[in-house]
C-alpha cells in the first residue's frame, strides 16, 4: 500500500516538472491560433470588399481639365547671336605714326571717307620736289611734239622726251598712291563704333584702328546639331526672345546652310533682321525656331504621362471614378506635348490627384 502510494506521488510530481507543455511552446501554440484567425478574418474582409468596394475605401480628391482642340507650336530652341553683315575695323595700309584722328565714336560716316591720317611729310616733299622735273619734262615733249609736227628734228627726240614725261608722271602717281596708304579710310557706310587710336600712336596694317559698323544690316544667328538637320528650314517662323532687354520680336529664318561643319558636326541658321535700334552686334538672345505647327491639337501637361509597359498612359475622370488611358504622344513644348491618339475632345484629364489614384478608384473633383 505504501509502495503504491510512493508510485503515484512520484509519478504527479513527474508530470508537474516536465510531463507537460513548457512556457515556450503554449506561447507558439497561441501565437499559431492567433495567425491563423487573422488570415480567416482578412479572406473575410477581401469577400466584403469585392462585393462592396464602395464602402471600404474613401475617394481620391483630384483636380481635373477638359481638353480641347488648341493652336500648339513645337519649337527648337538654341542660343543665338546678333551680329552684322558689315562690321570692320578700318585700318592704314602702311606703317606710321597717327597724325590726325577725324572722327569720334557715334559719328555716322559714308564709305570711302577720311577718317585718319598719319604723318607723311616725307612723300610730301618728295612730291613737291617732282614738281619742277615734271614741268620741265612737260614743256619738252610740247616742243618736240611742236617740232615734230613741222618735220623737225628726229622721231627718237620725239620719243624720248614723251618716255622721260610719262615715266615722271608715274613716279608722282605711285608717290601719291604710296601717300594715299597712309590714310584711313571707311570701308563702308556705318556708325563709328570705337576708335582705338590717338595722335602720335605708331599703327601697322595688322592693327584696328577705328571700328565701323553698319547697323541697318544686322542678323541673329545660331549653330545647330547635325541632328537638326531637315527640322528646320527657311521661311520658319522664328521668335526671338532677349532676356537683358525683356524683350522679344518675331521674324523668320532667312539662311539655313546644307553643309555639316567637319569638326563642330553643326551648321547655321540665320535670321536676317535689318535696322533695329535696340540691338547691337555680339548681344546674345535665344532663338525660338517653330518647326512644327497643329491649329487643332489635343495637349495636356508633360507632367500627367506616365510611363508604362504598355506605352504613355495618363488618367481621365469617368463620371468618380479614374480611368487609365493609353495616349500616343508627339511633339513637346513650353511643358505640354501634343496627344496624337487616346483622347478626345472633352476628355476630363486628371491634372493633380493622379500619383494617389488607380484605374477604377473612386475620385472626388476638387473645383
Known amino acids: 500500500m505504501k509502495h503504491s502510494l510512493y508510485i503515484l506521488i512520484t509519478t504527479l510530481a513527474l508530470a508537474s516538472c516536465g510531463g507537460g507543455q513548457t512556457g515556450e511552446e503554449k506561447a507558439d501554440a497561441k501565437l499559431a491560433k492567433l495567425k491563423k484567425q487573422r488570415s480567416e478574418i482578412d479572406i473575410q474582409i477581401k469577400e466584403l470588399e469585392s462585393k462592396n468596394p464602395d464602402t471600404t475605401r474613401k475617394a ?95 622721231e627718237v627726240q620725239l620719243l624720248t622726251a614723251k618716255a622721260n614725261y610719262e615715266a615722271i608722271v608715274k613716279q608722282k602717281s605711285a608717290l601719291i598712291a604710296q601717300k594715299n596708304m597712309a590714310r584711313i579710310i571707311s570701308p ?14 605708331v599703327i601697322s596694317p595688322m592693327l584696328g584702328a577705328i571700328r565701323i559698323v553698319n547697323f541697318n544690316k544686322l542678323r541673329a ?30 521674324t523668320k529664318l532667312t539662311y539655313v546652310a546644307q553643309a555639316v561643319d567637319p569638326i563642330s558636326r553643326a551648321f547655321v541658321a540665320q535670321a536676317r533682321l535689318g535696322y533695329n535700334a535696340k540691338l547691337h552686334p555680339n548681344m546674345s538672345c ?8 497643329n491649329s487643332h ?39 505640354q506635348v501634343e496627344i496624337l491618339s487616346g483622347l478626345n475632345a472633352g476628355d476630363k484629364i486628371i491634372t493633380e490627384g493622379f500619383e494617389e489614384t488607380d484605374n477604377g478608384e473612386k475620385i472626388k473633383i476638387i473645383e
Do not use: C, H
Request: hydrophobic share 40%.
Open 297 to 335: 491639337a489635343i495637349v495636356v501637361p508633360v507632367s500627367v504621362i506616365q510611363k508604362t509597359a504598355n506605352g504613355d498612359m495618363l488618367y481621365v475622370a469617368n463620371g468618380d471614378k479614374a480611368k487609365s488611358v493609353i495616349v500616343t504622344t508627339g511633339r513637346i513644348s513650353n511643358g
Open 60 to 154: 481620391t480628391p483630384v483636380s481635373i481639365t477638359v481638353v480641347n482642340p488648341v493652336d500648339f507650336t513645337a519649337y527648337v530652341e538654341v542660343q543665338a547671336q546678333i551680329l552684322s553683315d558689315e562690321n570692320v575695323a578700318a585700318t592704314s595700309q602702311t606703317q606710321g605714326t597717327i597724325k590726325s584722328v577725324l572722327v569720334r565714336t557715334g559719328d555716322k560716316v559714308k564709305k570711302g571717307q577720311l577718317l585718319a591720317t598719319l604723318d607723311n611729310a616725307l612723300i610730301d616733299q618728295q612730291i613737291s620736289g617732282m614738281e619742277p622735273n615734271i614741268q620741265l619734262l612737260k614743256s619738252l615733249y610740247e616742243k618736240q611734239q611742236k617740232l615734230w609736227a613741222e618735220d623737225i628734228g628726229s
Open 221 to 250: 544667328e545660331a549653330t545647330l546639331g547635325e541632328n537638326y538637320l531637315g527640322k528646320v528650314k527657311t521661311g520658319d517662323n522664328v521668335i526671338l526672345e532677349f532676356p537683358d532687354l525683356n524683350d522679344s520680336l518675331k
Open 286 to 293: 535665344k532663338m525660338k525656331i517653330a518647326n512644327y505647327e
Open 188 to 201: 563702308i557706310d556705318g556708325v563709328v563704333d570705337a576708335v582705338a587710336i590717338k595722335e602720335g600712336d
